[in-house]
Every structure is written in C-alpha cells, then in structure tokens.
C-alpha cells in the first residue's frame, strides 16, 4: 500500500475512534519522535492531518531542545498541537500544548502544576492507568497494542486485553505499537481516543 494511502487511513480511523466516543477536544491522531526511529521527524510532522498531537522526545537535551522549536513552528504553521515528553520547562519554553511523561514518571511532584493544558502519560498496563487518572493525566498511550520495534522486548497486548483494558479504563485510552494501515481496523468496536503512531505515521 502506497505510504501517503496508508496514512490517510490510520489518521480517518483514528478520527473516526475519536469521534465515536466523544472524545474531543483530544486530538484523534498523535506521532511521536523517536531517536533512533526517526532521526529527522521533521518532514513527517509536517505531513500530519490538521489536529493531531505531535509528542518530542530525546534522550539529549540540547537535541530534544533542537527539535521542540523545529516541531513548534511547523505545528504553528500547520494547525498541530505540540507536546513535550519528560521536560516541562522546554514544553513552557515553545509554548508547547501540553506535556508527556514516561510510565515511571506518573505522579512526579510538581509536572502537571508546571504544564497543566494537557498532561498524557505512557502506559503498559491497567494499573498505570489509574495511577495516570489519579495523576490528573488527560489521557494515557497504551503499548504495545501489537509486536513493535519500539519494544521488541514486550509481547503485544492483543486485541482482547487492549478492549477488557480499555473498557474498564477511568482515563481516555490511545493505542500505540505495531498500529498500522493493514490491522487498524481489528480496533473497531473498542472505545478508543485515537490512535498513537511513530513508523506508520513515517512519509
């Protein structure tokens, strides 16, 4: 399947979930950086549907840095809310959207105080969620849904745990890992945000 096709399918599934539940104004589609991944993102973030979430992350500050402003004029530029993962000075410094946090990050003193427009947090099972919901997070990434380079090392949740999951969920739920054009549609039915993306979301 042609990439810009594959693209355009994942993102009108992922408003399509969004909109079923009633979920904005949450944006339906979000990508996120990744250093080895995606070493220039650019040009993806720049090909994302108008709305979608665009979440920097970086191991190296100066690169994480770098790469937040580069994102915030394109996200301006394109109608895009912008997101910054573990730093919530830089996401003030870009007047970025909201702020992202790490699984062990949940309930960290002091990061939703700092950057309180929209706080999501990484999950991978349903006991982070409800640490992220009682963590004042607006919604959570759960992953992986399926196999992924992102996390090689953890097996998929699978279609029945992601729905008991997402079902039972106090917080709204993204799916993330593995979610492409070919198999997006195997999330019909499970009351989803949206859907997070890093690979598939690639131009």
Known sequence: ???????????????????????????????????????????????????????????????????????????????????????????????????????SEIGSTGHHRLHPRLLTCAAHSAQSLSRAHRAGAHAVLLSPVFATQSHAQRAGLGIARLRAIVRASPIAVYALGGITAENVAQLNGIPLAGIAAIGALLP
């Open 1 to 103: 399947m042609p990439d810009t096709l594959a693209r355009t399918m994942l993102a009108r599934a992922a408003l399509r979930f969004n909109a079923q539940g009633g979920f904005a104004p949450l944006p339906p589609l979000i990508f996120l950086t990744d250093d080895e991944r995606t070493p220039d993102p650019l040009p993806a973030i720049a090909a994302l549907p108008r709305g979608s979430l665009v979440i920097v992350r970086s191991r190296d500050k100066a690169r994480r840095r770098e790469l937040a402003h580069a994102a915030a004029r394109i996200a301006r530029s394109r109608a895009l809310m912008l997101s910054v993962a573990s730093d919530a000075a830089l996401a003030a410094e870009v007047a970025a959207d909201g702020l992202h946090l790490s699984e």
